[in-house]
């Protein structure tokens, strides 16, 4: 297969451009709201475009889908994404990692900083039920849990932390506002390179409005975004300690 560098988006024949989007305009649905949602899609860069599907939303809002074609070329080599540069393993490779490396369990704690109450992130790496068909990290036999839930503070976090003697520390922010998630992170790595220099665990942040390119900025070892599954979270701490 041929590395292409330049492409467009395909619709009905490749390269043709075409593209679909949904948006919600504060316009009662009819005719009107529906000459305003092709405006847009000309604002947008869509021509021609036409709307596919409209709907009301109560008295006064209308949801629209459009299909259209953009003129907009995609350059992969600007394209910049943190890929996985270590393996995927199984839980029973990382069970044998951790008892080989650590010669004893590795510990976990996790939870939501902040006052972020929704706790289905962290849940979904953390508890056994797991996500995306994944147990998670409370099923793996050498590593040892402790899920803190919802609304931690930053202090409660390193000294409980300190107390477990952590090997890594992940923390969720699913639902903020005004970049919160991003205030809260920087204050936790703050505080854990305060309260314990070089010797703090590994931090991870993960949550769907954070961006994994921006590890550094939050200083934090690694951030997840939206769609991360347990094995993923397992295996990148495996591969972090042996590093």
Known sequence: MTNKRHIRPYGDTTGDGMIQTS????????PRADGAALQLASKMGMDPAMVVHSKPIGEDFTFFVVYGSVKHIVDLDEVRVVEREYPLLSPAEINAAVKKRLRRKLVVVGGCIGTDAHTVGIDAILNIKGFAGEKGLEYYRELRVINLGAQVSVPDLVKRSRAEKA????ISQVVTQRDAHIHNTQEMSA???????????LLVAGGPRFDPLMSGELGVDRVFGRGTTPGEVASFLVHALAA
């Open 23 to 30: 948006f919600t305009l504060p316009v009662p649905h009819g």
């Open 167 to 170: 090997d890594a520390v992940l």
């Open 191 to 201: 505080a854990f390179r305060e309260a314990m220099g070089d010797k703090r665990p």
